[in-house]
Protein backbone atom coordinates (compact mmCIF):
# COMPACT_ATOMS: atom_id res chain seq x y z
CA UNK A 1 0.00 0.00 0.00
CA UNK A 2 1.51 3.69 -0.80
CA UNK A 3 -0.07 6.96 0.65
CA UNK A 4 -3.57 8.13 -0.76
CA UNK A 5 -3.72 11.59 -1.71
CA UNK A 6 -7.50 13.09 -1.07
CA UNK A 7 -8.34 16.33 -3.26
CA UNK A 8 -9.61 19.18 -0.64
CA UNK A 9 -12.25 21.67 -2.35
CA UNK A 10 -14.19 24.50 0.01
CA UNK A 11 -16.85 21.66 0.79
CA UNK A 12 -14.46 18.51 2.28
CA UNK A 13 -12.43 20.75 4.31
CA UNK A 14 -14.43 20.47 7.51
CA UNK A 15 -15.10 17.06 6.84
CA UNK A 16 -11.42 15.91 6.38
CA UNK A 17 -10.66 18.62 9.70
CA UNK A 18 -13.45 17.00 11.47
CA UNK A 19 -11.84 13.34 10.78
CA UNK A 20 -8.33 14.54 11.39
CA UNK A 21 -8.98 16.13 15.10
CA UNK A 22 -11.64 13.21 15.78
CA UNK A 23 -8.92 10.91 15.22
CA UNK A 24 -6.00 13.25 17.45
CA UNK A 25 -8.66 13.03 20.24
CA UNK A 26 -8.81 9.37 19.98
CA UNK A 27 -5.43 8.87 20.35
CA UNK A 28 -4.93 11.66 23.24
CA UNK A 29 -2.78 9.18 25.48
CA UNK A 30 -0.22 8.10 23.48
CA UNK A 31 0.69 11.68 21.94
CA UNK A 32 2.67 14.45 23.42
CA UNK A 33 0.45 17.20 24.70
CA UNK A 34 2.99 19.86 24.19
CA UNK A 35 3.49 22.83 21.46
CA UNK A 36 5.60 20.38 19.89
CA UNK A 37 9.48 21.51 20.12
CA UNK A 38 11.45 18.39 19.84
CA UNK A 39 13.21 18.85 23.20
CA UNK A 40 13.93 21.55 25.42
CA UNK A 41 18.06 21.27 25.79
CA UNK A 42 20.37 23.89 23.76
CA UNK A 43 22.33 20.39 22.36
CA UNK A 44 20.17 17.74 21.55
CA UNK A 45 21.35 14.20 19.41
CA UNK A 46 18.63 12.84 17.01
CA UNK A 47 18.44 9.77 14.73
CA UNK A 48 16.58 9.66 12.14
CA UNK A 49 16.96 5.58 10.79
CA UNK A 50 14.85 2.62 9.67
CA UNK A 51 12.21 0.59 12.04
CA UNK A 52 13.26 -2.45 12.78
CA UNK A 53 10.24 -4.09 12.27
CA UNK A 54 9.54 -7.05 9.72
CA UNK A 55 9.06 -10.01 11.23
CA UNK A 56 10.04 -13.23 8.83
CA UNK A 57 9.33 -16.75 10.04
CA UNK A 58 9.55 -16.02 13.65
CA UNK A 59 12.40 -13.85 13.15
CA UNK A 60 12.58 -9.85 13.62
CA UNK A 61 14.84 -8.62 10.37
CA UNK A 62 16.31 -5.02 10.10
CA UNK A 63 14.92 -3.82 7.00
CA UNK A 64 17.25 -3.23 3.89
CA UNK A 65 16.51 0.77 3.20
CA UNK A 66 18.24 3.53 3.20
CA UNK A 67 21.27 4.23 6.04
CA UNK A 68 20.32 5.39 9.19
CA UNK A 69 21.25 9.40 10.24
CA UNK A 70 22.84 10.48 13.58
CA UNK A 71 22.75 14.72 14.61
CA UNK A 72 23.75 16.36 16.96
CA UNK A 73 22.07 19.70 17.27
CA UNK A 74 22.66 23.10 18.80
CA UNK A 75 19.68 24.87 18.95
CA UNK A 76 19.04 28.22 21.93
CA UNK A 77 16.33 28.02 23.83
CA UNK A 78 17.30 31.10 25.10
CA UNK A 79 16.66 32.84 21.63
CA UNK A 80 13.43 30.86 21.17
CA UNK A 81 12.13 32.89 24.03
CA UNK A 82 13.79 36.26 22.87
CA UNK A 83 12.23 39.14 21.07
CA UNK A 84 13.78 39.79 17.93
CA UNK A 85 13.28 42.77 16.05
CA UNK A 86 9.82 41.42 14.73
CA UNK A 87 11.30 38.34 13.50
CA UNK A 88 9.80 35.17 14.25
CA UNK A 89 12.33 33.38 16.85
CA UNK A 90 10.26 29.56 16.86
CA UNK A 91 13.46 28.62 14.34
CA UNK A 92 15.51 28.65 17.00
CA UNK A 93 14.42 25.31 17.93
CA UNK A 94 14.05 22.14 16.11
CA UNK A 95 10.13 21.56 15.83
CA UNK A 96 8.66 17.64 15.99
CA UNK A 97 7.08 17.91 12.58
CA UNK A 98 10.21 17.49 10.47
CA UNK A 99 11.87 14.89 12.11
CA UNK A 100 8.28 12.64 11.84
CA UNK A 101 8.49 13.92 8.29
CA UNK A 102 11.96 12.76 7.17
CA UNK A 103 11.20 9.35 9.38
CA UNK A 104 8.25 8.27 7.30
CA UNK A 105 9.91 9.77 3.82
CA UNK A 106 12.88 8.17 4.51
CA UNK A 107 12.05 4.31 5.36
CA UNK A 108 8.10 4.29 5.46
CA UNK A 109 7.31 1.82 2.59
CA UNK A 110 3.84 4.06 2.11
CA UNK A 111 6.25 6.68 0.88
CA UNK A 112 7.59 5.04 -1.73
CA UNK A 113 6.71 6.82 -4.36
CA UNK A 114 8.33 9.92 -2.60
CA UNK A 115 11.74 7.90 -2.83
CA UNK A 116 11.96 5.94 -6.17
CA UNK A 117 10.36 6.73 -9.50
CA UNK A 118 7.60 4.35 -9.25
CA UNK A 119 5.55 3.15 -13.20
CA UNK A 120 2.10 3.14 -11.35
CA UNK A 121 1.43 6.75 -9.94
CA UNK A 122 1.73 10.08 -11.23
CA UNK A 123 3.51 11.67 -8.21
CA UNK A 124 7.27 12.37 -9.14
CA UNK A 125 9.74 11.09 -6.86
CA UNK A 126 11.29 13.85 -4.58
CA UNK A 127 14.61 12.10 -4.89
CA UNK A 128 16.44 12.26 -8.23
CA UNK A 129 15.92 9.40 -10.24
CA UNK A 130 16.25 9.39 -14.07
CA UNK A 131 15.37 13.26 -13.64
CA UNK A 132 17.10 16.18 -12.17
CA UNK A 133 15.26 17.02 -9.06
CA UNK A 134 15.20 20.42 -6.46
CA UNK A 135 14.17 20.85 -2.93
CA UNK A 136 13.41 24.51 -2.06
CA UNK A 137 12.52 24.18 1.58
CA UNK A 138 10.87 27.66 3.57
CA UNK A 139 11.10 28.13 6.75
CA UNK A 140 13.86 25.34 7.43
CA UNK A 141 15.13 26.84 11.09
CA UNK A 142 18.33 26.14 12.71
CA UNK A 143 18.53 22.37 12.83
CA UNK A 144 19.74 21.32 9.16
CA UNK A 145 18.22 17.51 8.98
CA UNK A 146 16.25 17.76 5.81
CA UNK A 147 18.93 19.49 4.49
CA UNK A 148 21.17 16.64 5.37
CA UNK A 149 18.57 13.37 5.01
CA UNK A 150 17.21 15.00 1.74
CA UNK A 151 19.63 16.40 0.33
CA UNK A 152 21.91 13.56 -0.08
CA UNK A 153 19.55 11.98 -2.50
CA UNK A 154 18.46 15.34 -4.75
CA UNK A 155 20.46 17.17 -7.14
CA UNK A 156 20.04 20.74 -5.43
CA UNK A 157 18.54 21.58 -1.66
CA UNK A 158 18.20 25.31 -1.10
CA UNK A 159 17.18 25.88 2.66
CA UNK A 160 15.62 29.17 3.34
CA UNK A 161 14.53 31.45 6.53
CA UNK A 162 14.82 34.91 7.88
CA UNK A 163 17.99 36.17 8.09
CA UNK A 164 18.93 35.61 11.50
CA UNK A 165 18.44 31.77 11.43
CA UNK A 166 21.04 31.13 9.04
CA UNK A 167 24.23 31.58 10.38
CA UNK A 168 23.31 28.59 13.55
CA UNK A 169 21.53 26.99 10.38
CA UNK A 170 24.71 27.03 8.94
CA UNK A 171 26.83 25.71 11.93
CA UNK A 172 24.59 22.41 12.12
CA UNK A 173 24.97 21.86 8.42
CA UNK A 174 28.40 21.93 8.87
CA UNK A 175 28.73 19.74 12.23
CA UNK A 176 26.33 17.21 10.54
CA UNK A 177 27.66 17.18 7.32
CA UNK A 178 30.10 13.61 7.42
CA UNK A 179 26.17 12.05 7.47
CA UNK A 180 25.93 13.49 3.60
CA UNK A 181 27.53 9.85 2.53
CA UNK A 182 25.40 9.27 -0.26
CA UNK A 183 26.84 12.10 -2.52
CA UNK A 184 29.41 14.82 -2.61
CA UNK A 185 28.48 18.32 -1.73
CA UNK A 186 29.00 21.28 -3.36
CA UNK A 187 27.74 25.07 -1.63
CA UNK A 188 28.55 28.65 -2.71
CA UNK A 189 27.09 29.17 1.34
CA UNK A 190 29.38 26.63 2.70
CA UNK A 191 32.44 27.15 0.63
CA UNK A 192 32.72 23.54 -0.40
CA UNK A 193 34.12 23.34 -4.09
CA UNK A 194 34.21 20.77 -6.11
CA UNK A 195 37.90 20.49 -6.19
CA UNK A 196 38.28 17.29 -4.19
CA UNK A 197 35.12 15.35 -5.98
CA UNK A 198 35.86 11.72 -6.33
CA UNK A 199 33.95 11.60 -9.65
CA UNK A 200 32.35 8.47 -8.25
CA UNK A 201 29.59 10.10 -6.40
CA UNK A 202 27.06 12.59 -7.66
CA UNK A 203 26.95 15.85 -6.40
CA UNK A 204 24.09 17.84 -5.09
CA UNK A 205 24.40 21.63 -4.55
CA UNK A 206 23.68 22.83 -1.29
CA UNK A 207 22.89 26.40 -0.85
CA UNK A 208 21.24 28.72 1.94
CA UNK A 209 19.27 31.85 1.24
CA UNK A 210 17.38 34.52 3.49
CA UNK A 211 14.02 34.46 2.07
CA UNK A 212 11.33 36.29 4.13
CA UNK A 213 7.73 35.43 3.31
CA UNK A 214 7.24 39.25 4.43
CA UNK A 215 9.53 40.52 1.80
CA UNK A 216 9.71 37.84 -1.11
CA UNK A 217 8.18 39.55 -4.35
CA UNK A 218 10.05 37.93 -6.88
CA UNK A 219 12.93 34.79 -8.11
CA UNK A 220 13.79 36.09 -10.72
CA UNK A 221 17.26 38.61 -8.82
CA UNK A 222 17.88 35.33 -6.32
CA UNK A 223 20.48 33.25 -7.84
CA UNK A 224 19.91 30.28 -6.22
CA UNK A 225 16.18 30.18 -6.86
CA UNK A 226 16.90 30.44 -10.93
CA UNK A 227 19.97 28.01 -10.81
CA UNK A 228 16.95 25.08 -10.03
CA UNK A 229 15.13 26.40 -13.02
CA UNK A 230 17.91 26.42 -15.12
CA UNK A 231 19.21 22.82 -13.81
CA UNK A 232 16.59 20.54 -12.81
CA UNK A 233 13.53 19.22 -14.16
CA UNK A 234 11.35 18.57 -10.81
CA UNK A 235 11.15 20.86 -7.93
CA UNK A 236 9.45 19.91 -4.84
CA UNK A 237 9.32 23.46 -2.53
CA UNK A 238 8.72 21.75 1.33
CA UNK A 239 7.70 23.58 4.53
CA UNK A 240 7.97 22.27 7.76
CA UNK A 241 5.42 23.26 10.79
CA UNK A 242 5.21 27.02 9.43
CA UNK A 243 1.55 27.65 9.79
CA UNK A 244 1.00 28.52 13.53
CA UNK A 245 -0.48 31.69 13.54
CA UNK A 246 -2.83 34.03 12.16
CA UNK A 247 -0.75 36.49 10.45
CA UNK A 248 1.87 34.19 8.74
CA UNK A 249 -1.00 32.61 7.13
CA UNK A 250 -1.09 34.78 4.03
CA UNK A 251 2.61 35.58 3.65
CA UNK A 252 3.16 32.55 3.32
CA UNK A 253 0.64 31.26 0.89
CA UNK A 254 1.70 34.28 -1.48
CA UNK A 255 5.13 33.18 -1.70
CA UNK A 256 4.44 29.74 -1.80
CA UNK A 257 2.53 30.76 -4.87
CA UNK A 258 4.97 32.97 -6.61
CA UNK A 259 7.57 30.16 -5.92
CA UNK A 260 4.83 27.40 -7.37
CA UNK A 261 4.02 29.98 -10.35
CA UNK A 262 7.39 30.71 -11.67
CA UNK A 263 8.76 27.42 -11.50
CA UNK A 264 5.42 26.38 -13.73
CA UNK A 265 6.33 28.90 -16.18
CA UNK A 266 9.55 27.83 -16.89
CA UNK A 267 8.32 24.80 -17.14
CA UNK A 268 9.65 22.57 -14.40
CA UNK A 269 7.24 19.85 -12.78
CA UNK A 270 6.60 21.76 -9.18
CA UNK A 271 4.92 20.04 -6.35
CA UNK A 272 4.75 20.95 -2.38
CA UNK A 273 4.48 18.93 0.41
CA UNK A 274 3.40 21.08 3.76
CA UNK A 275 3.64 19.25 7.39
CA UNK A 276 1.23 21.19 9.73
CA UNK A 277 2.18 20.29 13.42
CA UNK A 278 -2.12 20.04 14.61
CA UNK A 279 -2.67 22.66 17.18
CA UNK A 280 -5.19 25.46 17.19
CA UNK A 281 -7.49 23.80 14.67
CA UNK A 282 -9.25 27.35 13.25
CA UNK A 283 -5.79 27.93 11.89
CA UNK A 284 -5.73 25.09 9.71
CA UNK A 285 -8.50 25.74 8.93
CA UNK A 286 -8.14 29.27 7.63
CA UNK A 287 -5.31 28.24 5.72
CA UNK A 288 -6.78 25.01 3.86
CA UNK A 289 -9.82 27.75 3.05
CA UNK A 290 -7.22 30.20 1.45
CA UNK A 291 -5.34 28.06 -0.51
CA UNK A 292 -8.22 26.54 -2.02
CA UNK A 293 -10.11 29.96 -2.60
CA UNK A 294 -7.91 32.64 -2.71
CA UNK A 295 -4.57 31.00 -3.78
CA UNK A 296 -6.88 28.33 -5.90
CA UNK A 297 -4.01 25.54 -5.17
CA UNK A 298 -4.88 22.28 -5.90
CA UNK A 299 -4.81 21.22 -1.90
CA UNK A 300 -4.39 17.04 -1.19
CA UNK A 301 -4.75 15.69 2.28
CA UNK A 302 -1.93 12.86 2.32
CA UNK A 303 -3.37 10.04 4.05
CA UNK A 304 -1.30 7.59 5.54
CA UNK A 305 -1.11 5.23 8.76
CA UNK A 306 1.79 6.49 10.60
CA UNK A 307 1.04 10.37 9.72
CA UNK A 308 -2.15 9.80 11.04
CA UNK A 309 -0.50 8.19 14.13
CA UNK A 310 0.87 11.65 14.91
CA UNK A 311 0.20 15.46 15.42
CA UNK A 312 1.31 15.85 11.86
CA UNK A 313 -0.97 16.74 8.99
CA UNK A 314 1.02 16.41 5.28
CA UNK A 315 -0.60 18.31 2.78
CA UNK A 316 0.71 17.78 -1.14
CA UNK A 317 -0.02 20.42 -4.04
C1 LIG B 1 7.95 26.44 14.02
S1 LIG B 1 9.40 26.91 13.14
C2 LIG B 1 9.74 25.46 12.17
C3 LIG B 1 11.18 25.36 11.80
C4 LIG B 1 11.58 24.07 11.08
N1 LIG B 1 10.87 23.94 9.83
C5 LIG B 1 11.33 22.87 11.97
O1 LIG B 1 10.44 22.05 11.66
O2 LIG B 1 12.06 22.71 12.97
C6 LIG B 1 8.79 28.06 11.90
C7 LIG B 1 9.84 28.57 10.95
O3 LIG B 1 9.24 29.53 10.07
C8 LIG B 1 10.14 30.62 9.94
N2 LIG B 1 9.42 31.86 9.62
C9 LIG B 1 8.50 32.50 10.37
N3 LIG B 1 8.12 33.65 9.77
C10 LIG B 1 8.83 33.71 8.59
C11 LIG B 1 8.87 34.67 7.52
N4 LIG B 1 8.15 35.77 7.54
N5 LIG B 1 9.69 34.40 6.49
C12 LIG B 1 10.44 33.27 6.47
N6 LIG B 1 10.44 32.36 7.44
C13 LIG B 1 9.65 32.56 8.50
C14 LIG B 1 10.80 30.72 11.30
O4 LIG B 1 12.01 31.44 11.26
C15 LIG B 1 11.00 29.27 11.64
O5 LIG B 1 12.19 28.76 11.16
Redesign the pocket.
Known amino acids: MVFRLKPLDLDSIHEHIYDRYTLLESLADGLSQDL ?1 I ?1 QRDDVIQLDIEPPITTKTRGKRKAQKKLQPYNFTIKQSIAGLNSSSNN ?5 Y ?6 PIFAQWLLYDSNALPLREETANTNIPAVFSGSKSTAVV ?7 G ?2 PIVLGDHVDHYLC ?3 K ?2 LNKLKYNIEENLLQFNNRYCVSDFLHLDISNHDQQRKTTRLEVME ?4 K ?1 NNTTSQAPLTRISQECSIVYIV ?4 I ?1 NDF ?1 ID ?2 LK ?1 LNQLRNSYLNDGLTTHCLI ?1 L ?1 LRAQDIVETFLEKAILEYNLPICSVEDPYLERTRVSLYYI
Open positions: GHNSTTGVLWSTTELGSGIAILTDQGILDWEFAMDVYLPFTGH
